[in-house]
């Protein structure tokens, strides 16, 4: 049988309202898998970040315990897939080297175990990104090595210039729901 999805949360940057910092905060309250969808992410200012940290209550959780492991598919000049991995840092990295409008970064994000206080919570994303004038795609595994029962998400970047992330960028959170 498949799963339906059932918005628990969004939030749609306006013209005038551009932030830093989107929280989709006290969404996540039961055990099921969450599906962080993200539409249109652009910043007010080239080389900006896109990082997912997860809440309790309406505060991050700031922890250096999080594990990652990604590829990018985009072919560098060897010809080769380009294999990154990372420990004991404080975000998950969506994808750095932003740039503005019309160059939109998207992705997909599955939270697993995100209400779980006896169990790791774990994340794949699949992510579409610009830099400069590539193309670029990721694929993101990661685990958050503690076992805290989390409510919510944080999305942010370092970008002020132009107020942060720019009108039409859009966050959708779904439970996913047997």
């Known amino acids: 049988m498949a799963g339906k999805l059932i918005q628990v949360a969004n939030h749609l940057v306006a013209s005038g309202s551009e932030v830093q910092i989107v929280k989709l905060e006290s969404c996540i309250t039961t055990n099921d898998v969450h599906l962080?969808?993200?539409?249109?992410?652009t910043v007010g200012a080239a080389g900006g970040i896109c990082d997912i940290q997860p809440l309790v209550d309406s505060t991050a959780d700031t922890t250096?315990?999080?594990?990652?492991?990604?590829?990018?598919?985009?072919?560098?000049?060897?010809?080769a897939y380009q294999n990154f991995g990372n420990a004991n840092q404080s975000i998950w990295r969506i994808t750095d080297g932003m740039n503005e409008v019309p160059n939109a970064a998207h992705f997909?994000?599955?939270?697993?175990?995100?209400?779980?206080?006896?169990?790791?919570?774990?994340?794949?994303t699949d992510i579409v990104s610009h830099q400069g004038s590539h193309l670029y795609g990721f694929s993101q595994g990661g685990v958050k090595t503690e076992t805290t029962a989390y409510n919510g998400v944080q999305i942010e970047?370092?970008?002020?210039?132009g107020g942060g992330f720019q009108e039409k960028t859009q966050y959708t959170l779904y439970k996913i729901e047997s």
């Open 36 to 41: 962080l969808v993200a539409n249109n992410i």
């Open 64 to 79: 250096s315990n999080i594990d990652v492991a990604w590829i990018n598919f985009n072919q560098s000049a060897s010809g």
């Open 108 to 124: 997909i994000m599955y939270l697993h175990n995100f209400n779980s206080s006896s169990e790791f919570s774990y994340i794949t």
């Open 157 to 161: 970047t370092n970008q002020s210039g």
